[in-house]
């Protein structure tokens, strides 16, 4: 088994990652903020031979809301997943962060539908507690499967990808908090795997862009385009010159 290493807003040093692990999981989100994925980071990651993992979670009970909120969710990860250079042909994992019961689960089902309508089946993922990891396996909602040690009681899912060890203690590592992942099968859904890694140079690590995508719904429940494309640059003072 390897190691991966999650996190939200932190930026751990990528070689202290690298010296620890094979690879990330970063975010995508229709909400602005350091959550989001850039390609300059994207790039630097790939860059220092580690492999990406791509996550959407927007809010804790989005999930329930259905197959409408599943479809707009996979656009925003489609494009967002596109504009930091992540390919088509690697998965996504969308996050059902709380303990989620038998009752919620054809909301979730739904939802996961949504996805699938927008990036497919194949590329469709789910992160969760065991026992949603196995009705989704079950339901054939997903085909790629992120456990957390969450509301697992110390069991694992025998379709997991991915098992988060770590998610109600994050690590120091890099001089960052982060959650350890371990890998469970050889193919756990990442990026940029097996590259050689190039020299990252002062310039790179010192540009920080932010593409968002925000998506509504008209009152029918059809997914709309409000906005197709908001770009926010921020270039920071680059030091020691």
Known sequence: MNRLFDYASARP???ALKAAGVGVVRYVCALIGTKVITKEEADDIRAH???LVLVYEQYELRPLEGRAAGHADALVALA???AAG???DRPVYFAIDF?????QQEAIDEYLKGVAEVIGLERTGVYGGIKLIDRCW???TASWFWQTGAWSKGAESKHAHLVQMTAS???IIGNAKVNVDETRQTDFGAAFMGETPRAVSVAEKKCISLKIVDVGHDPNGAVTWNTLWWTVYRMLTYLGK
Request: overall charge negative.
């Open 80 to 82: 967002q997943g596109r």
């Open 169 to 171: 203690n994050p690590q």
């Open 99 to 103: 303990d989620a019961q038998p009752a």
């Open 49 to 51: 031979g580690l492999g």
């Open 86 to 88: 992540f390919p088509d």
């Open 13 to 15: 040093d990528l070689d």
């Open 138 to 140: 079950s339901n054939k």
